[in-house]
């Protein structure tokens, strides 16, 4: 079988064998039952997470570079990337926040927080993003 990696279903075969893999070897086996994490919790995180993958795929594969064009909307391949590990992590965020007791008190103590990590990963991601692919077209560019 020759590998062919023009074809949308594979990319997200490949994210779906991914997470699954994800679940096999590290979120069941560290999660349940190391850290003793009920499966229902690593169960619904692999799943959601999954189909955060999912959803960013497309726009990945649209923006893929091809060996005629390797620099063809390198912009857009950041911004999915970014979008897709921001949207991860502030997901991880409020899954560690579910099932702790929250009063009003706390609402938004704890709001802040996820805010303000979720702005502050946004700001990162955006400027490793730019020095990056600033860094790799200028590396193109005098090749």
């Known amino acids: 079988m ?14 779906v064998l991914g997470w699954l893999g994800y ?3 590290l979120g069941i086996p560290i999660f349940h039952w190391g850290m003793n994490v009920s499966i229902a919790k ?10 955060l993958q999912l959803a960013v795929t497309p726009w990945m594969f649209w923006a893929r570079g ?18 897709w590990l921001l949207s991860t992590a502030l ?7 579910y099932g702790k007791a ?14 303000s990590v979720g702005i502050l990963f946004g700001v990162l991601a955006l400027t490793v ?3 990056l692919g600033r860094k790799v077209l200028e590396g193109a560019r005098q090749r």
């Open 2 to 15: 020759s590998r062919n990696d023009d074809r949308l279903s594979y990319w997200l075969a490949v994210v």
């Open 23 to 25: 679940l096999g070897f």
């Open 42 to 51: 690593v169960l619904t995180f692999a799943c959601v997470c999954c189909l």
């Open 66 to 83: 091809t060996p005629a064009e390797p620099d063809r909307r390198f912009n857009h391949r950041l911004a999915a990337s970014g979008v």
């Open 91 to 97: 997901f991880l965020l409020f899954f560690l926040q």
């Open 102 to 115: 929250i009063d009003k008190e706390h609402l938004y103590e704890r709001l802040a927080i996820i805010g």
């Open 129 to 131: 993003s730019v020095w």
